[in-house]
């Protein structure tokens, strides 16, 4: 199959590249850094070099193409302009118009657990995944689209590197004897690889997850990968939580999605859907994996 991925050669696109490459496909990534070429080169890849932000580079370089996957990049959070909602439209956008001009028939498209609540039930950041969902979901119905929803990724704990060194803590409004469901991504990248490859009509949700384990545990586990048995998880309110993110240079508006989004997850708002549709088996790489890569990037 021809094959065209975006997200650059980033967490879930390099081992994502590599399993679609070693299984044939001819390979197609696309990436804004003319520095990346030579690196998505030598998996054997050919790179594309531009903007999601230009819908004619996509159109072109999606024509032709058996499948694509679609991916939004993270945004600078701590940009004081940036407008999340409108950055995830706008790529979105450019994808909807890209796969229907090109006659894309076979969409993979990356989005997140929580993307089935709309506007003011308790997405917080999430709501641009949401809207993604929707935009896609107007193209033709001869277009097959399956949305993949991860679940927490494990490397989100990196964001709490300095509170751990600090005060030997991971303080948030959510976790403690709350479950979160963890979700690594290499086990994203199986996934999306499989979706890429099965045959589909019409629309389809595919919840992805590596394991379940409540703040307690998780803390448990990266305490003893740190030689730190003493870590706790601590849970602070709302409040507190805005407040450390805005005094952390956060842009305010993210900040508040931010904390809106994770209190969903500790009173299981953001899980529900997760919960009613969860992966029958789940992926293969345990917080116990990650947090060796965790303690060596620590120490």
Request: glycine share 10%.
């Amino acid at each position: 199959m021809k094959i065209i991925l975006t997200g650059s050669l980033g967490h879930i696109s390099q081992p994502l590249t590599q399993e679609l490459v070693e299984k044939g496909h001819a390979v197609t990534v696309i990436s804004s850094k003319p520095d990346k070429q030579s690196a998505i080169e030598a998996l054997g890849a050919v790179a594309a070099i531009g903007s999601l932000q230009d819908a004619d580079f996509l159109t072109d370089t999606f024509s032709g193409a058996d499948a694509v996957y679609t991916m939004v990049p993270p945004a600078n959070y701590f940009d004081p302009t940036l407008d999340l909602l409108a950055y995830y439209h706008q790529i979105g956008t450019n994808y909807a118009q890209a796969i229907g001009q090109s006659g894309v028939k076979r969409v993979v498209n990356l989005s997140t657990i929580g993307a089935h609540l709309a506007a003011g039930e308790g997405s917080g950041i999430l709501l641009g995944a949401h809207d993604v969902e929707q935009i896609l979901n107007a193209l033709p119905t001869g277009v097959a689209i399956t949305h993949i929803r991860p679940t927490s990724f494990y490397y989100n704990l990196y964001g709490y590197t300095a509170m751990i060194k600090a005060e030997v803590i991971i303080a948030a409004n959510y976790g403690a004897e709350g479950t979160i469901p963890w979700v690594s991504p290499v086990d994203i990248a199986v996934a999306i690889a499989e979706e890429l490859e099965t045959p589909l009509v019409g629309r389809t949700v595919r919840y992805v997850a590596s394991e379940e384990l409540t703040g307690n545990e998780t803390a448990a586990i990266l305490g003893a990968a740190l030689e730190m048995p003493e870590l706790k998880w601590v849970l602070i309110s709302d409040e507190q939580t805005q407040k450390g993110l805005v005094a952390a240079g956060m842009n305010p508006t993210i900040a508040t999605g931010l904390v809106e989004m994770y209190g969903s997850l500790y009173t299981g708002v953001l899980a529900q859907d997760y919960y009613r549709h969860k992966p029958a088996v789940m992926g293969n790489v345990k917080l116990t994996d990650f947090a060796k890569e965790f303690a060596a990037a620590f120490h």
